[in-house]
């Protein structure tokens, strides 16, 4: 069992940075995918960034440049730094892990943390 637990969210301005946290605790190893999705009132989740084998990164291509995601393996941690921010990264940010355990994989999800950007 995964538990991922979330913070870091907030009230921030435009412009304005914010970094997520994400600590993950139970059977999770440096090789299993981490990431960040979010999802905005009335829209579908949709992906952030990702991080697969504690190495390659994936992002939406209306955050790059703007976003990084990085990962400590001891503290089983990953996180989610935003840079200049905009009024719509305004969303429910979740912490997602991958599990991959052949033949199997597990998808697990964070409870969300609320990022709202607004002057």
């Known amino acids: 069992q995964v538990q991922l637990v979330e913070s870091g969210g907030g009230l921030v301005q435009p412009g304005g940075s914010l970094r997520l946290s994400c600590a993950a605790s139970g059977i999770i190893v440096s090789g299993d995918d981490m990431g960040w999705y979010r999802q905005a009132p009335g829209k579908q989740r949709e992906l952030v960034a990702t991080?697969?084998?504690?190495?390659?990164?994936k992002y939406a291509d209306s955050v790059k440049g703007r976003f990084t995601i990085s990962r400590d393996n001891v503290k089983n941690t990953v996180y989610l730094q935003m840079n200049s921010l905009k009024p719509e990264d305004t969303a429910v940010y979740y912490c997602?892990?991958?599990?991959?355990?052949?033949?199997?994989?597990?998808?697990?999800w964070g409870q969300g943390t609320q990022v709202t950007v607004s002057s």
């Open positions: 991080m697969s084998s504690g190495v390659s990164t």
């Open positions: 997602n892990a991958l599990l991959r355990r052949p033949p199997s994989s597990y998808n697990y």
